[in-house]
């Protein structure tokens, strides 16, 4: 079993940064492939990016202003956001799933946390 735990969302402004990170138990950390995805109010659960043992994945709306990255020795991975906008407020959640095939679908990842706020105000 997997478990996730997000941290980090607040209220910000539109232009600031934020950085999520996501806390993961067991000792198989190293081996999964981890995703960011966000669901906003009335609009269904998107990818964000996902990182495996080295390269990472973006959807088209955060490539250039998001980072993911992992912490092996942490059992962690973080979101950096970077030049957030108002279309960026949503729930982020991290998401796991052994690899090795890199995905964006939900479905495709069998453990999910809670969940975390992200809001920007413009």
């Known amino acids: 079993q997997v478990q996730l735990v997000e941290s980090g969302g607040r209220l910000v402004q539109a232009g600031d940064s934020l950085r999520l990170s996501c806390a993961a138990s067991?000792?198989?950390?190293?081996?999964?492939?981890i995703g960011w995805f966000r669901q906003a109010p009335g609009k269904e659960r998107e990818f964000v990016a996902a990182?495996?043992?080295?390269?990472?994945d973006y959807a088209d709306s955060v490539k250039g202003r998001f980072t993911i990255s992992r912490d092996n020795a942490k059992n962690s991975v973080y979101l950096q956001m970077n030049s957030l906008k108002s279309d960026d407020t949503a729930v982020y959640y991290c998401?796991?799933?052994?690899?090795?095939?890199?995905?964006?679908?939900?479905?495709?990842?069998?453990?999910w946390g809670q969940g975390t706020q992200v809001t920007v105000s413009s």
């Open positions: 067991g000792r198989t950390f190293s081996t999964l492939i």
């Open positions: 998401a796991a799933r052994f690899g090795p095939i890199r995905s964006r679908k939900n479905d495709d990842y069998p453990y």
């Open positions: 990182v495996t043992w080295g390269p990472t």
